[in-house]
Every structure is written in structure tokens, then in C-alpha cells.
């Protein structure tokens, strides 16, 4: 046993010495692209807007692409199909202007992106690993009342509750702490061209397609920057949710999005003065308030394996009889899509051999919806009683519009 030991602790330190020896020299790409592609249902988008903070992540509804296209709207996009393109090469910092050849079934004839004159702030990071971490919010006043899993009643157990008159750092903390595994996406900063742009705002096509070769060219672009997208990275459909008021429950069906890797739902609402009420199609305690974004195809498994997620071929669920009473909420769903992750040429197998690829591409998909619990299509839902048709509105005393309801529901 004296001999053998010393020599199994020898034969190990050889193993790890030669595996750090093998360790394969990768650097980063000369030329990379992000594409984000996002479909929005119903009332729009609220995307990542506002940090996580559930009340700043309003402010999107009311915001407008306007009649042309414009950069940013697969973040926080009105109802539509949109496509978001950054590009950077590393042989030209200050690359100006590119173009990005598309399918015939896309747009044509090639995108035309154009890199901003200024941006303020820094680029969003470049990692993202799977976090979990406290959003930036104010502090509210009254209390804050979590719901989670789909079901005619209420689960055992349920609600959890925040006090805000004597929550401590630690329980503000516990609450609010999110999952998230969002990555750096398409972005603006100088030197780096992006689509849409002010020399090309057109509109994607209702029923276009991203599918087939794509190319960037560029003063600096490696001219072999192409590639080929899938039909699992295509524009997917809406998500339209179906509304039925089921004895104060609400049951939700909507057509699942084929190419979903996964999907969740969440609603928010108020209850008496300065309450809070949220609500997660989770089967664990999730606010949800990170999962309204791009994720990564290794957070999405994950997810789905701990129930954070419902399955990619769910298509009902129902939120609880007593959670939301009165005024309602405000729904939301996403279906993930699954992230393609490109580089030329690919990595080599022997460790020994340095990878240093031409370029690299990643692109992400995902469909949002929002409704508002007890509308469908800005109308009473199934099951309610319908309200007279209003009378004919005289100049200055107008209907009041979506920001007008979620007023009511938050008191705001």
C-alpha cells in the first residue's frame, strides 16, 4: 500500500499537468453578428424594458414603432414580426456602413446597416451565464402577494407574501431574486453598423422568412462571413391567448408556436390600496420578472427540467379562482425559441490546434405576447357579461386607452 499510493497521487498530478498542457488557445472572432428575431402578440411587447423593475417594464406598452422600422424593437416592440442586426469586425473599429444579403423570401434587396455616431452608456456583457440576482426597483409601499402553477384553486401554501412595512434587505432579497440567463444580443455602438437604420427602415414582410443564406460584406468584413438559418430559427407566429372566465378562474388556451423550445405566462395586478398581486405559470415560487427575454438553449432545458417552464407543446393553463378579482391584470406569455451559435471555420478537435475563427453569429428568437386578464382582442372575454356599446365620444372626452386601465389597476 506504501508503494501504490505515492504512485496513484504521481499518475493523477500527470493527468492534470497534461491536461493543462492540452488546453486549446481559442480566441475571439475577427468578425461577429448578432441577430435577434422576435414576434409580438396581442398588446405588444413590454421586453426587458425597465431592468427587471416590473412597474418601468410598462412603460413599453405605451411606446410606438411608429409607421417606419427602427432599432430596438425586438426588445420592446408594438404587435408585429421584428428583426434586430448589430455587426462588428475587428480589422475595422470604425466600420461605418455594411450589408447583410438575405433570402428572397426576407426582404430585397440586401439590409443597409449603418453604425450610430454617438451612443452613451457601455455594451451590455458579454457573458451570461445562468444568474440569479436582485432587479433594480423602488421600493413600494403595501404588500406584494405571489401565486405560482396553473390549476382551478389555489395551491396549498400560496400565497407568499411581502410586507414592505418590515421586510428586511434579506427578505426584499429573497423575494425578488429572478432567474436569468440572458446573453449579449444585438446592441448599439459606434463602429458597429446595425439594422434597422436611418438609410434602410423598412418593415418585415407579414409572412416572411428568414430561412436560407445570409451574408454580411464590409470594408473589413471577412469575405467569407455566410451562413445558412434553419426553419427552427425562423420568425414564429404570435401567441394568441384565448381568455375564458371559468367560475372566477381563468382558463387560458392559446396555439403553441411550433419551434418553442419552451414557454411561460405571468400576470400582474392589484388588489385594495397599494397591493400587489403576481402570478406564474411555474410550478415552483418564480416572479418571473427575468424570464421575459432572450435565454440561452442550456438555461431553457434546465428550466423545463425544474418546472420553471411549461413544455413546448402546452397550450392551456389556468390561473386560479381568487387571485386576480376586480380589476383584473395584466398578462403576459413568451415561447422561447431556440438560439443558433455559428463560427467559421469550427473548432477543431485536437486540443493542440488553436481555434481562431473568421467570424461568428448568433441569433435568437422568441414570441411575446400581452392581453389584458379579462379582455380578449379589447373586448370582454367569454364568459363576462358584455357593457353597452359606448356612446359617441365629443371632442375632449375621449376613451380612455390601455394606459388609462393599467392606471386603474396599479393606482397610479
Known amino acids: 500500500m ?4 505515492p504512485s496513484l497521487i504521481a499518475l493523477a498530478a500527470a493527468a492534470v499537468a497534461g491536461q493543462a498542457l492540452a488546453q486549446q488557445v481559442v480566441k475571439p472572432p475577427q468578425s461577429q453578428a448578432w441577430i435577434d428575431v422576435a414576434t409580438y402578440g396581442g398588446m405588444g411587447g413590454l421586453g426587458g424594458a425597465g431592468g427587471g423593475n416590473p412597474m418601468a417594464m410598462l412603460g413599453g406598452l405605451f411606446g410606438g414603432a411608429g409607421g417606419k422600422n427602427s432599432f430596438g424593437n425586438t426588445q420592446v416592440g408594438q404587435a408585429g414580426r ?5 455587426l462588428m469586425t475587428r480589422a475595422n473599429p470604425q466600420l461605418q456602413d455594411a450589408q447583410q444579403a438575405v433570402p428572397a423570401g426576407f426582404l430585397s434587396p440586401a439590409l443597409k446597416l449603418q453604425a450610430p455616431r454617438e451612443t452613451k452608456g457601455t455594451l451590455p456583457p458579454e457573458s451570461g451565464e445562468e444568474r440569479a440576482e436582485e432587479p433594480r426597483y423602488e421600493k413600494p409601499e403595501g404588500k406584494i402577494y405571489l401565486y405560482w402553477g396553473c390549476g382551478d384553486t389555489v395551491r396549498a401554501g400560496q400565497p407568499k407574501v411581502l410586507d414592505m412595512a418590515t421586510a428586511t434587505p434579506a427578505d426584499l432579497a429573497k423575494f ?9 444580443g444585438t446592441h448599439q455602438a459606434t463602429g458597429r453598423p446595425v439594422w434597422p437604420s436611418p438609410a434602410d427602415s423598412r418593415m418585415v414582410p407579414p409572412q416572411a422568412s428568414l430561412v436560407g443564406e445570409h451574408a454580411f460584406s464590409g470594408q473589413g468584413v471577412p469575405e467569407a462571413f455566410r451562413f445558412q438559418v434553419g426553419a427552427q430559427q425562423d420568425l414564429m407566429p404570435a401567441i394568441e391567448l384565448a381568455q375564458r372566465n371559468a367560475d372566477g378562474a381563468w382558463a387560458l388556451t392559446w396555439t403553441p408556436p411550433p419551434t418553442a423550445r419552451a ?17 406564474t405559470s411555474a410550478e415552483v415560487p418564480e416572479t418571473g420578472f427575468g424570464l421575459f427575454d432572450y435565454q440561452t438553449n442550456a438555461a431553457v432545458d434546465r428550466w423545463l427540467k425544474e418546472k420553471v417552464l411549461l413544455s413546448p407543446s402546452t397550450s392551456q393553463c389556468t390561473v386560479p379562482k381568487g387571485v386576480f378579482t376586480g380589476e383584473g391584470g395584466m398578462l403576459r406569455a413568451i415561447a422561447y425559441g431556440s438560439e443558433l451559435n455559428l463560427a467559421h471555420p469550427p473548432r477543431p478537435t485536437d486540443p493542440k490546434q488553436a481555434w481562431e475563427p473568421q467570424w461568428a453569429v448568433k441569433l435568437r428568437v422568441k414570441s411575446q405576447s400581452t392581453a389584458m386578464l379579462g379582455m380578449e382582442g379589447g373586448m370582454p372575454t367569454r364568459g363576462m357579461p358584455a357593457e353597452p356599446a359606448p356612446a359617441p365620444q365629443e371632442e375632449g372626452n375621449k376613451l380612455p386607452n390601455a394606459k388609462d386601465l393599467l392606471k386603474g389597476i396599479f393606482g397610479r
Open 176 to 184: 425578488f431574486q429572478v432567474r436569468s440567463a440572458t446573453q449579449r
Open 263 to 279: 414557454q411561460f405566462l405571468a400576470a400582474m395586478g392589484g388588489r385594495g390600496k397599494n397591493e400587489m398581486v403576481l402570478w
Open 2 to 5: 506504501r508503494v501504490v499510493l
Open 82 to 86: 421584428w428583426v434586430d442586426v448589430t
